[in-house]
C-alpha cells in the first residue's frame, strides 16, 4: 500500500511533469530514484532525489550540487541564487540557536541548533529557511558585521536579511605558482574566507573565467579537492594539491 507522501507525490504528477521537463518515466516517487531524460534520440539516465516535507519537494541530482525544484505548489518558479531574504523573529522568549562566523568582512550562519530559527525553519518553506553557509547581510538596521554579531545576541524582535549562496565549483591550475590569495580562517571553522587576492594563479585563472564562475574577495571556500568541514584541512589541500 502506497505511503501518504507517496500518494501525495502522484497527485502533484503535474508538477513533477515540469519541474523535470525532459523526463519520460519516473520510476519512483519518494527516496532516490532514477529518471530517463530524452534529448533528441539520444536517451541519458539521471540519478535524483525527490523528498517531500510538507507541501515542499526537493528534487537534487546524485552529486548534490544542483537543487531542480523547490515547493512545488509553484513548482515552475525555481530559487535563484543568490537569493535575499527577510524575515523577523521574536527572541524574547527563546534564544536565536545559531552558530555564525565572523570572518573577512562577513557574517556566515555555520550551524542551525534548537531555538528560535529552527522553530521558523519548522513551518516555513524551503526559500524562507535559514540554513548553514547563508551569510547574514543586515540585523535591525545594521549592516557592520561586528554590530550584527552584537545585535543577534539581543532579545526582542529581530528583523534579518539573509542569503542563500550560490555555490561556484572551480579548477585552478597552480602551474608552479602561489594561488595568490590572502584568506581567514580559524581552525574549528568550516569555511575560509577570501580577504585579498594579489598575483598567482588565481588571478589568472580570473582573466579567462567568466564573470560568473570568478573567485571573488569575500567569497567563503566551502570545499578544496573533497576536503570539507575542515578549515585547517581544507588550508593544508589549497597548499598541496596542484
Known sequence: QASSAQKSCRER??????????????????GWTSIVCMAGDNFQRRRIEIMLDGDDLR?????????LAVNT???????????????????TAAKLGI????????LMVVAVGPGVISNHNSSSKASKQVKPNDFILEVNGKVDPDAMLAALAERGIMRMKVQHVKRVHVVVSKGGKDLGMQLAYVASGTT??????IEG???DY???????AQIKL?????????????ANKMAAALKMNE
Open 59 to 67: 528534487i537534487t541530482e546524485k552529486s548534490g550540487s544542483r537543487v
Open 13 to 30: 504528477s503535474e508538477s513533477l511533469s515540469s519541474v523535470v521537463q525532459s523526463a519520460s518515466y519516473i520510476f519512483a516517487c519518494v
Open 99 to 106: 552558530l555564525v562566523d565572523l570572518r573577512g568582512s562577513t
Open 201 to 203: 594563479a588565481v588571478l
Open 192 to 197: 575560509i574566507s577570501i580577504t585579498d587576492m
Open 218 to 230: 569575500q567569497d567563503r571556500i566551502l570545499s578544496v579537492c573533497g576536503v570539507s568541514g575542515n
Open 73 to 91: 505548489q509553484e513548482a515552475s518558479a525555481q530559487e535563484t541564487l543568490p537569493h535575499t531574504f527577510d524575515l523577523e523573529l521574536d527572541t
Open 206 to 212: 580570473n582573466q579567462g573565467a567568466p564573470p560568473e
